[in-house]
C-alpha cells in the first residue's frame, strides 16, 4: 500500500485511484497500519479494496481494509470466495464508479498548515424520483509548512 501511495505521487492527473486487491494482513511491512490510514487521509487518492481471505489465515486484516477505503472516500468489496467471477465482479463495480463519479473541490477557510484532522460534511439532496449515491471522506489532514534550514 505504501509502494502504491509512492507510485501515485509520481502520477501527473489531478485525480488518483488506488485499488488494493490483497488479504490486509503485514507480514513484512516497515510502514505501521496507523501511518497507512493517516496517509490515505492526507492523499488525493481514492483507494478501492477487495479483500481477498482465506479462511484460517490469523495475520489476515480485512478491517484494515475497509478502514483505507472509508477514509479516503472509496470502497471496500469482500467476495465471499476468491473465485475469479467475484473478484470480477468487484472489479467491474470499481471501475463504473470512477466512470461515473463527480469530483467536488473544497478550500477550507482555515488557512492553519498545522497537520490537524478536519471534518468535512456533504450533504446532497436528490431530485425527486433519482437515487444518488454519495460516498466522502470523513475529513483531510491538512498539509504543513516545511521550513528550510
Known sequence: IASGFQYLSRGTRERKV?????DGGDNASQV???????RALASNAVIYT???????????NPTLLKELAQASGGES???DTN???????????????IRH???IGYTSTNT??????????????????????VRSRAGYIAGT?????
Do not use: H, M, N
Open 83 to 97: 473465485a475469479p467471477q467475484e473478484i470480477g465482479q468487484a472489479l467491474g463495480q470499481i471501475a463504473r464508479d
Open 101 to 103: 463519479t463527480y469530483t
Open 50 to 60: 477487495i479483500a481477498l481471505v482465506i479462511p484460517g489465515v490469523r495475520d489476515a
Open 112 to 133: 492553519a498548515r498545522d497537520g490537524a484532522f478536519r471534518r468535512v460534511r456533504v450533504v446532497v439532496r436528490a431530485p425527486p424520483g433519482r437515487r444518488l449515491v
Open 32 to 38: 505501521t497500519q496507523e501511518a497507512s490510514v493517516r
Open 145 to 149: 509548512t516545511k521550513v528550510e534550514p
Open 77 to 79: 468489496f469482500r467476495p
Open 18 to 22: 488506488l485499488v488494493v486487491r490483497r
